[in-house]
């Protein structure tokens, strides 16, 4: 399978917990973003790296998000001490810079 | 900050009607995709589009490009349930900047 690959695709923690997820995109892409989706919503953009930097981060992210692509292969987001909020879908996408995104099965996080 | 709206938000048609949802972006787009998610899916890259005025298509689906790089649309041509989803449109402000998306316009098509 060459697509872009998240994990877990599920997870139920408590509320205060930290999680972290894995995207692995597609080799040759350089671009990786991360966004999170609720139901009924579009997918808001969280972060996005262009190889190993990090190009953006949006201003609604607390500083509870972080974000890595050490090697600019795979990428990991970090949620620290999570709130119910947090609850969602977290989507990874990557992308050849402007080119069409491939999206991965998603994250569904579910805090109690 | 960019902001991209769609429109409408839902539309629920009988199958063989025609559908369209429109895109506008508050700021000047170098290009604009769209995308399809079917419920419990994905986002699905459908087509690009990159010049003022570009219409494309795609069997029933037409896709254009507003001459001033600031809205969109899709239009769907006797639609089939299999069209049912979501259909995203999202958007780069230049060379550097992020993919940002549309609030989305969700299609149920009925028998």
């Known amino acids: 399978d060459t697509g872009v690959s998240q994990d877990p695709r599920h997870k139920i923690t408590k509320r205060g917990q930290n999680v972290t997820f894995r995207c692995d995109p597609i080799s040759e892409h350089n671009r990786l973003y991360w966004y999170r989706q609720t139901l009924g919503q579009g997918p808001e953009f969280l972060t996005y790296?262009?190889?190993?930097?990090?190009?953006?981060k949006s201003r609604l992210l607390s500083d509870r998000f972080s974000a890595e692509r050490p090697k600019g292969s795979f990428s990991t987001l970090e949620i620290q001490r999570t709130e119910q909020g947090d609850s969602a879908m977290y989507l990874c996408?990557?992308?050849?810079?402007?080119?069409?995104?491939?999206f991965g099965q998603g994250t569904r996080l579910t805090v109690v | 900050g960019q902001q991209v709206m769609q429109i409408p938000q839902y539309q629920h048609v009988q199958e063989g009607e025609d559908f369209t949802t429109y895109c506008n972006s508050s700021?000047?787009?170098?290009?604009i995709q769209w995308y399809k998610q079917r419920p419990g899916g994905h986002p699905v890259f459908l087509i690009q589009?990159?010049?003022?005025?570009e219409v494309k298509k795609q069997k029933r689906l037409t896709f254009q490009f507003g001459e001033a790089k600031k809205n969109s649309s899709l239009h769907i041509t006797a639609t089939q349930t299999t069209d049912v989803g979501t259909y995203f449109c999202?958007?780069?402000?230049?060379?550097?900047?992020?993919?940002?998306f549309g609030t989305g316009t969700r299609l149920q098509v009925t028998l």
């Open positions: 589009l990159v010049k003022s005025g």
């Open positions: 999202a958007g780069f402000t230049g060379t550097a900047s992020k993919l940002t």
């Open positions: 700021t000047t787009l170098s290009n």
């Open positions: 790296f262009q190889n190993e930097a990090q190009l953006e």
């Open positions: 996408a990557s992308s050849p810079s402007t080119g069409k995104a491939f």
